[in-house]
């Protein structure tokens, strides 16, 4: 397992030769198409440091460059819908490089027959986030395919963020006595999704997380704290964005599974549905892992913002057993918890 | 038609309530779009130039910006494939800023089923690509779609250039006693495609011209001619790269039908299928406006590169009749050549 989680030895591990779902889970089978086809291509420095976004030094400027595609479905969701996600899920991918957002791309791939007035809400929708977020859509492209030939409608983003902290962020830098401090409630994406798909009747409706969270994180920077990762736990959900930092970082991380917040409405949508919340997308919520000392100024500043008002320590990082994320239970107990394997809820991004 | 071509009202032009492959032609539906529903929604100085790219400044450097997704039919076609054309287009699209391509990045859709190999092969073909282009492609996304949602496979790149002169390079600034001056003959990647699509079997085969053209494009700027538009005309072809110049500039384009270069193979094949060279996609073309005293060092310049070899002067900016490009045909009429009505050859690139 450390062998494919190094993510640096082309090995053909899954027994396909054909892409399946679980591909783009953002779980193992993920990292093992990362490991099997693209970085053997396209090896460099920026890519094979595998965080959510390249910093780059051009023109003498220090920048943040991430992509995402959205392919979710269905497109409108409680809470939101694939255009503000577009533009939240990449603005936050800039914030986890601890970069000011400041241009974003939109690359529309449409269905022959889709609705114009669908496009005209996503738009909409997206200049709101945008607008939100203080970022300026400022190029685009538009491709139409034959009918039945996408789903109605996909979206790329792509951002340039200003860095203008000169610390180095990313999953290889977790050390022993670092804290986790998560951001906020988790699951509440993945689970709208799955319950607008299930066409669920919840008492209490789950809605998506989806929001912009870089002005937190450059209040958390601000404070000076000594800021080691920084990511947004989107597919896979918690266990998968840890199990990246332990494996990157050659570190432990012990969970306390009472300190993880999960809404009500979540934990039965989840236990309905037979889903650990750990490994369900989030779209609102950031990891932030800082040395302990720093803890208590990293959630005075998150704090004051709504976004993350419940944020709180909820594990540390050890020496051993390294590579390994381990949750201590409610009961006590101890359980492993892995990368996500093959595919759970797919296209919820 | 001057309304709909200012871009700058939003009117709902087309009858239609539906996406339409013509909307992703390139030509006037694809500018109906545009004026319908995305400049209203995003309007900003940038996205308004209507230019391939946009040029921002960032952190003191003056950057180039610009998105394309690729969903061309088949996947690999004679003299390239999607991963070729995915480097190269965007690469192009920076050249047209008059940038240094630097970084690009890639985000993938693949449908369920599809093939590893053709992956790799791509990927392999990407790597290559960027490699000659001199570019590092540094960030990345993966999605999975299930199978019959998607075509194989869709690849969105964004890239980054440095734009290093200080030129407004834009197509509002064509003026009357310019030239046109175009790098090579025309049509060949469009045709390649529809020639594999048809499965014609042709005596000398049509092959794609996508390569990249930003270290012709540099030396072009480096003769301190003073240029004032690049396009690369790729969906819609020459005529409706010029139109796009004829309308934002409010000028005439009059074009030299004997001086505009078509191979044989290429005009049988056109003639075979009726369609006409002018509106025929390019991958390895660059349309270049300069005043005419700039003209010869402009040439001089571009046939020192074998991708431009064959470049020459093949018409000229008139002040009337403003907002049209005329053909001097080869046999001694006029006739006026129209931006690309409706859908001529969906999924080029």
């Not at 209490?204 to 920077?221: G, N």
């Not at 976004?307 to 020496?319: C, N, Y």
């Amino acid at each position: 397992m450390t062998q494919q989680m190094s993510l640096s030895c082309p090995l053909p591990i899954t027994s396909t030769d054909r892409i399946l779902l679980g591909h783009g889970s953002g779980g193992k089978m993920t990292a093992e198409l990362l490991a099997r086809c693209f970085l053997p291509a396209f090896r460099n420095e920026y890519l094979d440091r595998l965080d959510d976004g390249a910093v780059l030094d051009v023109g003498g400027a220090r920048l943040a460059f991430t992509t995402d595609s959205y392919v979710v479905t269905p497109l409108f969701f409680p809470g939101g819908d694939i255009g503000e996600l577009a533009v939240n899920g990449t603005v936050n991918d800039l914030a986890a490089a601890g970069a000011t957002p400041l241009y974003l791309s939109a690359a529309f791939i449409l269905e022959e027959g889709f609705a114009l007035s669908e496009l005209e809400r996503i738009t909409a929708s997206m200049r709101k986030a945008a607008e939100a977020a203080g970022v300026l859509l400022v190029t685009g492209d538009t491709k139409v395919v034959d009918r039945g030939k996408a789903d109605g409608c996909f979206i790329n983003t792509t951002g340039i963020g200003l860095v203008e902290h000169t610390r180095l962020i990313s999953a290889d830098r977790a050390r022993p006595g670092d804290v986790v401090v998560l951001s906020g409630s988790i699951a509440e994406h993945g689970m709208a999704i799955m319950a607008a798909r299930a066409e669920l009747e919840l008492e209490t409706p789950v809605e998506s997380d989806t929001t912009a969270l870089h002005r937190m994180v450059l209040d958390v920077l601000a404070t000076g704290a000594d800021v080691h990762c920084l990511r947004d736990p989107t597919r896979g959900g918690v266990a998968t964005a840890l199990n990246e930092i332990a494996h990157r970082s050659a570190v432990g991380i012990v969970l306390d599974e009472t300190a993880i917040p999960v809404t009500e409405p979540v934990r039965g949508v989840c236990e309905l549905l037979g889903l650990d919340p750990l490994y369900v997308a989030n779209e609102g919520n950031m990891l932030t892992i800082v040395p302990r000392t720093d803890a208590e100024q990293v959630l005075t500043a998150m704090r004051r913002h709504p976004e993350s008002s419940q944020a709180r320590v909820i594990g540390e990082v050890v020496e051993d057993p390294a590579r390994l994320v381990v949750l201590k239970t409610t009961v006590g107990g101890r359980r492993i918890v892995d990368m996500l394997q093959g595919e759970q809820l797919p296209r919820i991004c």
